[in-house]
């Protein structure tokens, strides 16, 4: 966590309340929001203003690294999660981890994060599916009917909510 004590540093070398002083302390905010990249765009063009303070952007740009190297390595976690290992609860963890990494608004890491979280929600469903079909047929092997019945009716519940929420016809909804 060293990179909240460059965070905190006061740009007080370059005291005098100038647009570029403005900017660096909006880069810190956004740091600690975790908007990596509207913190480097900021960065970027407070150098291009003023090259002296490339000592003091470059301090800010090796804390959005150790953030982005964090979340790389959570976004190659979470890849070998739902190709390789299938954890899709950890999968979820890590979708969360991610987003507190960073917040940035990039449509293809919410893209990317939007579909992975299906995925997993999805598989994770699957599962569950799988065990409730196996139990029933546990269930109905040994002749116990009415169990099998309620084992099988568990499953109704798996992603109810957002069937609930989808924009389906009413006359679908009210026959499920």
Do not use: C, H
């Not at 303070?53 to 982005?68: F, G, H, N, P």
């Not at 002749?143 to 109810?160: C, H, K």
């Amino acid at each position: 966590m060293s990179f909240l004590v460059l965070l905190t540093l006061p740009g007080a070398a370059f005291a005098g309340g100038n647009q570029e002083d403005e900017m660096m302390a909006e880069a810190r905010r956004l740091i600690e929001e975790r908007n990596l990249s509207e913190a480097g765009n900021i960065l970027t063009t407070v150098v291009l203003n003023d090259p002296e303070r490339l000592d003091e952007t470059e301090a800010l740009r090796s804390v959005i690294k150790q953030l982005s190297d964090e979340r790389n390595a959570r976004l190659r976690e979470l890849i070998r999660n739902l190709t390789e290992e299938q954890d899709f609860e950890r999968t979820l963890e890590l979708i969360d981890e991610i987003r507190e990494l960073d917040k940035s608004e990039n449509p293809f890491s919410q893209q990317l994060l939007e579909e992975a979280e299906f995925a997993a929600i999805v598989g994770a469903g699957r599962e569950r599916f799988e065990e409730i079909m196996a139990q029933g047929l546990e269930l109905l092997s040994s002749e116990s009917y009415g169990f099998a019945v309620e084992n099988y009716l568990t499953g109704y519940d798996i992603r109810y909510e957002d069937f609930l929420a989808a924009d389906y016809p009413d006359f679908l909804k009210e026959a499920v």
